[in-house]
T-cell receptor, first 108, second 109 residues
Framework: SAVISQKPSRDICQRGTSLTIQCQVD?????MFWYRQQPGQSLTLIAT?????????ESGFVIDKFPISRPNLTFSTLTVSNMSPEDSSIYLC?????FGPGTRLLVL | GQNIDQPTEMTATEGAIVQINCTYQTSGFNGLFWYQQHAGEAPTFLSY??LDGLEEKGRFSSFLSRSKGYSYLLLKELQMKDSASYLC??????????WGAGTKLIIKP
């Protein structure tokens, strides 16, 4: 099964700035998924990232706010743009049923 | 539509057995996943059932009945470290996981 790493593991950011989260998989995977999980809530899928095509966003999430890159079959990035305190959450990368350790984001 | 139901919270005693149920309605069926998630951490994979029956893996077992749209996760010899949320998930027709809200399991001494 895929082993997934993410960085940064956590960050504290100022309102209005952007943060790019990186996700690395130790094997080639077709689909990579980006989730958000706010405190006490279940996982919410942000988008699905396929190599060589535009990411597919779920309802309530748009590319301008959460641009995604998928340059190859082992790597993806998620950017949280123009952040507000409501973006404070854990952001998780997933592939083949496994999850990265998550990125804990706090926006002040 | 697709829907997954599981209890919000359960309490059990250390050393005992607990069964966490999950019911689902999906347009197709591509298996059912169980994950464990400790507070503040990423979910970790526990089991994947695609055929009916019970699959045992150490202290944890998972059961599936496709005809009933029902699964359960059975935890034996409970330990304090088993206090966590347990998430049931099923892939949709595009193999994207549809998640239950999770069952928070509280273990008491």
């Amino acid at each position: 099964s895929a082993v997934i790493s993410q960085k940064p593991s956590r960050d504290i950011c100022q309102r209005g700035t952007s943060l790019t989260i990186q996700c690395q998989v130790d094997s080639q995977v077709t689909m990579m998924f980006w989730y958000r999980q706010q405190p006490g809530q279940s996982l919410t899928l942000i988008a699905t990232a396929n190599q060589g095509s535009e990411a597919t966003y779920e309802s309530g999430f748009v590319i301008d706010k959460f641009p995604i890159s998928r340059p190859n079959l082992t790597f993806s990035t998620l950017t949280v743009s123009n952040m507000s305190p409501e973006d404070s959450s854990i952001y998780l990368c997933s592939a083949e049923g496994n999850f990265g350790p998550g990125t804990r984001l706090l926006v002040l | 539509g697709q829907n997954i139901d599981q209890p919000t919270e359960m309490t059990a005693t250390e050393g005992a057995i607990v069964q966490i149920n999950c019911t689902y309605q999906t347009s197709g069926f591509n298996g059912l996943f169980w994950y464990q998630q400790h507070a503040g951490e990423a979910p970790t994979f526990l089991s994947y059932n695609v055929l009916d029956g019970l699959e045992e893996k150490g202290r944890f077992s998972s059961f599936l009945s496709r005809s009933k749209g029902y699964s359960y996760l059975l935890l034996k010899e409970l330990q304090m470290k088993d206090s966590a949320s347990y998430l049931c998930a099923v892939p949709d027709s595009n193999y994207q996981l549809i998640w239950g809200a999770g069952t928070k399991l509280i273990i008491k001494p």
